[in-house]
């Protein structure tokens, strides 16, 4: 069974899975484990602008319902990722889309990320991490917390490139629904929803944190009704396409978050216990009729044929998925 291919904020995905930020580094780390042009995409890691080693040891610890983590945005920094990490994914990907996350701590960093990655090839948008739990932002909370800082984020960015900008909004914020229309406002021509939610695990014997920060970013089959009730609030309040994502362990949890309004999904806690799940959720889903829309067949947009993004392949409709 294949999907036909559908545009999705003027980008062209073959399937609605791909992979989230954090869960598949910047791809080549995964090929040879995951075929990843099987997937809708993959969002890199977030980039910020100097390379960062992350929190202390140990940056993830296990619960019953899914996992906490502090990886405290280790990455090798803009320039290492753009002139060493996306020169793979510009040769390798075809069929699949990437994403940029990019992490800044100011709004002027963000705009640097933007600015100094927007030459770079291989990828087809920016992802605006402004959720990241694990990060004290310089001078307060978490910029999608920020009305101001998030909506000057956005709308400076905006003005830094042409590609699309989708803005990932935290779960832990009461105005939810505000954020995201503020986010719409200022440029976001998408939103991902949501980030972790945080949270703190502890060892019952001695009470000392199981995360090296103390704290982190709780993911798992325990986010999957929050991004679901997130993605529901939010589709019926603005008018751009939703990426869902938190808990997704099968092509059933992939199709909740699609009825809910999201029109793509990304899979992430679930690829660390296997790593090809994603690969399974997009075939599985290709399987089922009726899809909620823009993968359905008489669906809201359509399938489109349109050209993707910078990734220079136009997408087969008679490629499997
Ligand atoms: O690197 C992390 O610790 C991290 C990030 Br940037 C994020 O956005 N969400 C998360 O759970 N962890």
């Known amino acids: 069974m294949t999907l036909r291919p559908a545009e999705v904020f003027r980008v062209a995905f073959q399937n609605p899975v791909l992979l989230a930020a954090g869960t598949c580094g910047f791809g080549?780390?995964?090929?040879?484990?995951?075929?990843?042009?099987?997937?809708g995409g993959m969002v890199t890691k977030s980039i910020t602008?100097?390379?960062?080693?992350?929190?202390?040891a140990p940056r993830v610890a296990e619960f019953d319902a899914g996992m906490?983590?502090?990886i405290g945005l280790a990455n090798p920094g803009m320039e290492r990722a753009r002139d060493d990490k996306l020169p793979w994914l510009a040769d390798h990907l075809r069929r699949a889309r990437v994403l940029v996350s990019v992490a800044g701590h100011t709004v002027e960093e963000y705009v640097e990320l933007v600015r100094g990655m927007e030459a770079a090839d291989g990828f087809a948008a920016f992802e605006i991490n402004l959720s990241c739990p694990n990060d004290q932002r310089l001078g307060g909370r978490a910029f999608s917390l920020d009305r101001?800082?998030?909506?000057?984020?956005?709308?400076?960015c905006r003005a830094e490139t042409s590609r699309p900008l989708i803005a990932k909004l935290a779960p832990n914020d009461p105005d939810l629904v505000d954020t995201a229309r503020a986010a719409v406002d200022a440029g976001a021509d998408g939103l991902t929803l949501i980030n972790t939610l945080p949270g703190r695990l502890l060892d019952p014997g001695d009470g000392h944190p199981r995360i090296g920060a103390g704290q982190g970013g709780m993911s798992g089959p325990a986010l999957r009704p929050v991004g679901v009730h997130a993605v529901n609030a939010v589709a019926g309040a603005v008018d751009v396409p939703l990426i869902g994502v938190g808990g997704i362990l099968n092509a059933d949890h992939a199709l909740e978050y699609l009825h809910a309004g999201a029109s793509l999904v990304q899979v992430g806690t679930a690829s660390f216990a296997a790593p090809r799940a994603?690969?399974?959720?997009?075939?599985d889903l290709a399987r089922r009729r009726d899809l909620p829309?823009?993968?359905?067949?008489?669906g809201r947009g359509g399938p489109s044929h349109a050209s993707p993004g910078s990734n220079p392949a136009a997408v087969p409709s008679t490629e499997p998925v």
């Open 148 to 156: 101001d800082a998030l909506t000057a984020v956005i709308g400076r």
């Open 28 to 39: 080549r780390e995964l090929s040879g484990v995951v075929d990843l042009e099987a997937l």
């Open 278 to 283: 994603a690969e399974r959720i997009a075939r």
């Open 293 to 298: 829309a823009p993968w359905g067949a008489s």
């Open 68 to 70: 906490v983590n502090s």
């Open 49 to 56: 602008m100097a390379p960062r080693a992350g929190n202390p």
